[in-house]
C-alpha cells in the first residue's frame, strides 16, 4: 500500500511539472513594469473650455510609461464625466475630463500592463466657473 500512495505521488507531481511547462511557453512575456514617468500637478482649468485631456502613455510627454517598453492599460477612479482614450495624434492613450461641472475633484488614474503590475497616481483638478 505504501508503494501504491509513493508511485501515485510521483505521477501527479509529474503531471503538474509537465503541465506547467506546457503552459510556460503559452505566459505572456511579464517582464518590466509601469511607472509615473512625467508626474502632473494638480490642475486648474476654466470650464468654459468644454473638455480637458492628459497624455497618459505614448509620447515623450506622458505621465505612465513601461520599463519594457510594453504597452498599459488604464483604469479611473473620480466623480467626473471622463473617458480613456487611444490614439489622438501623438498621444497614445489619453484622459479626457468633459467639464460639465464646477468644483473640486480627487482623481486617481491607475496603469496596468496586463501581468497584474500595477502604478497609480493621484492629482487634484479644480474646475472654475466660466
Known sequence: MKEY????????????VVSCVELGSEREDCNGYPF????IQNISVNQSIEEY??????????????????????????????TIN???GNM?????????????????IIAEDGCEKTEAFNFQIQILAE
Do not use: C, M
Open 53 to 82: 485631456r492628459i497624455d497618459l502613455a505614448g509620447s515623450d510627454s506622458s505621465l505612465f510609461a513601461h520599463t519594457e517598453n510594453k504597452s498599459i492599460t488604464f483604469v479611473s477612479n473620480s466623480q467626473l464625466n471622463e
Open 92 to 108: 497614445g492613450w489619453y484622459y479626457l475630463v468633459q467639464l460639465d461641472t464646477t468644483g473640486n475633484f480627487h482623481i486617481e
Open 36 to 39: 509615473v514617468f512625467n508626474p
Open 5 to 16: 500512495k509513493s508511485i501515485l505521488t510521483v505521477l501527479l507531481i509529474s503531471q503538474f
Open 86 to 88: 487611444r490614439n489622438d
